[in-house]
């Protein structure tokens, strides 16, 4: 077998390793989300999904220095909400390193994309700008990024959290999931794609939103024209090498926060869906309604509920439990 990074063959002093799909580093972060999905399957673990392709030299060197970066960026700024009073839209600065960034998260779908037995030919071909950097950059990728913010009037532990998770080709929609729902039939026209997008990726770790996309070929004009659309037409805030510093601002709406990111909401969806949750707590604020809701239901209520539905799902992980 030979290493899905450097390519060299296992054997001697090259041992496979075992790499984890969504860093170790950040699982740790969330001790309290231990169910893995895949596909078909759900299972308990505290340990997280992980492949073993990977050479000990290219995961204990390049892939954990890529992973200190992430890591710590999102340990150090996205574990907080950054839901502020009234102001859900409030822009943030961040500082960003676009290539060990681009580079982390690329390292990252690769690995979803090996789990899943995906064609893996365009990271193939881009393996070494992840391993050995920008010298290898054939800018053939747009990068963006994002706040999550809970837009609804409850705490998201109620609907089951994603704090980490990976989508794969979610659809852009500029008038909003929300808006979709009501006017189906207008909203399609709407959807925001191209012919030469190989794979589109939405990275969700804590309140950081990230979404990639891979071109197949580097057609200027198209990557142009499709980075002006998502610019002018949602609230993901375009990286670029030549700059470090950035205003990142919501780019969440309720859907968001009960099912995940599977759809994105442009600017007008975002405005729509705040509206009409605001009507569906009759004008109060999200915060004061989430205030009232969780003194009538505290946090060990959850917990108690989220414990008995697992023994009934997980039977054999309890039963693991009780032995020790
Ligand atoms: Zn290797």
């Known amino acids: 077998m030979e290493c899905a990074y450097c390519n060299n063959k296992m054997g001697g002093s090259l041992v496979r390793t075992k790499e984890h799909i969504i860093p170790d580093g950040l699982i740790k972060l969330f001790p309290e989300e231990d169910i893995t999905?895949?596909?078909?399957?759900?299972?308990k673990d505290n340990n997280g999904l992980t492949i073993k392709d990977v050479c000990n030299i290219c995961n204990n060197g390049v892939l954990s220095d890529l992973d200190s970066y992430g890591n710590g960026i999102i340990a150090n700024h996205f574990m907080c909400s950054f839901g502020i009073a009234d102001n859900y839209n409030r822009e943030f600065q961040?500082?960003?390193?676009?290539?060990?960034?681009?580079?982390?998260?690329?390292?990252?779908?690769?690995?979803?994309?090996?789990?899943?037995?995906?064609?893996?030919?365009w990271?193939?071909?881009?393996?070494?700008?992840?391993?050995?950097?920008?010298?290898?950059?054939?800018?053939?990728?747009s990068?963006?990024?994002?706040?999550?913010?809970?837009?609804?009037?409850?705490?998201?532990?109620?609907?089951?959290?994603?704090?980490?998770?990976?989508?794969?080709?979610?659809?852009?929609?500029?008038?909003?999931?929300?808006?979709?729902?009501?006017?189906?039939?207008?909203?399609?026209?709407?959807?925001?794609?191209?012919?030469?997008?190989?794979?589109?990726?939405?990275?969700?770790?804590?309140s950081a939103v990230f979404l990639i996309i891979?071109?197949?070929?580097?057609?200027?004009?198209?990557?142009?024209?499709?980075?002006?659309?998502?610019?002018?037409?949602?609230?993901?805030?375009k990286l670029i090498p030549e700059k470090n510093l950035y205003k990142v601002r919501r780019v969440s709406e309720a859907f968001n926060c009960t099912t995940g990111y599977g759809a994105i909401s442009g600017k007008i969806g975002l405005e729509l869906s705040e509206k009409l949750i605001k009507h569906s707590i009759g004008g109060r604020n999200f915060w004061e309604a989430r205030a009232k809701f969780t003194k009538l239901f505290p946090a060990d209520y959850f917990d108690k509920g989220r414990r008995m539905i697992e023994e009934i799902e997980y039977p054999q992980t309890q039963n693991k439990n009780k032995k020790k």
């Open 37 to 43: 999905f895949i596909k078909d399957k759900s299972f």
């Open 94 to 121: 961040f500082e960003f390193n676009y290539h060990l960034l681009s580079r982390w998260l690329l390292k990252i779908a690769y690995n979803y994309e090996r789990v899943y037995k995906s064609n893996t030919k």
């Open 123 to 141: 990271f193939k071909d881009n393996v070494n700008y992840i391993l050995k950097g920008e010298k290898y950059f054939k800018d053939n990728i």
């Open 143 to 206: 990068l963006f990024a994002g706040l999550h913010v809970n837009m609804i009037p409850v705490p998201e532990d109620v609907h089951g959290k994603f704090s980490l998770s990976i989508i794969k080709n979610p659809k852009l929609l500029p008038l909003g999931v929300t808006y979709s729902i009501y006017n189906e039939e207008r909203n399609k026209e709407m959807l925001i794609s191209s012919g030469q997008i190989e794979n589109i990726y939405v990275i969700r770790f804590a």
């Open 214 to 237: 891979l071109w197949m070929d580097v057609d200027e004009k198209e990557k142009y024209l499709i980075e002006e659309k998502i610019n002018n037409l949602f609230t993901f805030e």
